[in-house]
């Protein structure tokens, strides 16, 4: 992924008047000037959210966990029946939570790869005021006076401007990293940890249908002996 603007290389006239030098790097900070469609946006909470609801759906058969998690003033206000019953009510809806946290994930996905173009365009800015600071700063050595202080000032601007812009770009570097750390998560509990939920669950209830099975074949056993007997008793 490269950058689509395209940024002007550092240029001064041979023989640049006052004006001129006080002006310096003018045209490049035009085309920087051009704001990047960069919004803030809440896809990180929203799936943290959804995980969350996944996570409680998922603890509705241990009800001595959930106990655990409040506290003594809140089993007291009968906030863990509270959550029991909520967990239950998600895990009967635990598809569509399901569908939630993808939505959000794929929102996610989409916010990453645009930070991932700005912070591409925002390198290349910081490189661009940075050549033009650097060329900057190699004229002062041929100017004298006026000409001298009028651009002086600006080979200092345009040096701050490249180094706001590197902090920038680490800046949205790192939520770049934390938001793809959690898209991995998502990624493990949505292809591995669910589907292996689900399996066990489904398990369990092989088992307890197993037994229901076998406690339903002796309690028939019982009652055909009963009913023999009954018969036998008979005149």
């Known amino acids: ?22 002006a310096y790097g003018s045209h490049l900070l035009q085309v920087l000037a051009e704001p990047a469609p960069l919004q803030a946006g809440a896809e990180g909470e929203g799936l ?35 959550r029991q019953a909520q967990a239950q009510g998600l895990q009967a809806q635990l598809g569509v939570l399901a569908l939630q946290a993808r939505e959000q994930a794929q929102g996610l996905a989409q916010r990453v790869q645009q930070r991932a173009r700005a912070i591409i365009d925002n390198d290349a800015a910081a490189a661009a005021l ?25 080979v200092d601007h345009l040096q701050r401007l490249a180094t706001l812009r590197r ?3 680490g800046q949205w570097r790192l939520l770049q990293e934390q938001d793809e750390a959690l898209l991995q998560r998502f990624v493990r509990i949505h292809d591995v940890l669910l589907p292996a939920w689900r399996q066990a669950a489904l398990a369990r209830q092989a088992l307890a249908q197993a037994a229901q099975a076998e406690q339903a074949a002796t309690l028939q056993a019982q009652i055909d002996d009963e009913v023999a007997a009954a018969q036998a008793r008979l005149p």
């Open 1 to 22: 992924m490269t950058c689509v603007r395209s940024l002007p290389e550092p240029t001064l006239p041979a023989r640049a008047d006052v004006a001129t030098l006080a």
């Open 48 to 82: 943290v959210a959804a995980l969350a609801r996944i996570a409680l759906a998922l603890q509705a058969s241990d009800p001595a966990r959930l106990r655990r998690q409040e506290s003594w003033w809140g089993r007291l206000l009968g906030r863990d029946v509270e």
């Open 167 to 169: 902090i920038e770009s």
């Open 130 to 154: 940075e050549a033009w600071a650097t060329f900057g700063a190699a004229q002062l050595a041929t100017l004298q006076g006026a000409a001298q202080v009028a651009l002086a000032p600006r």
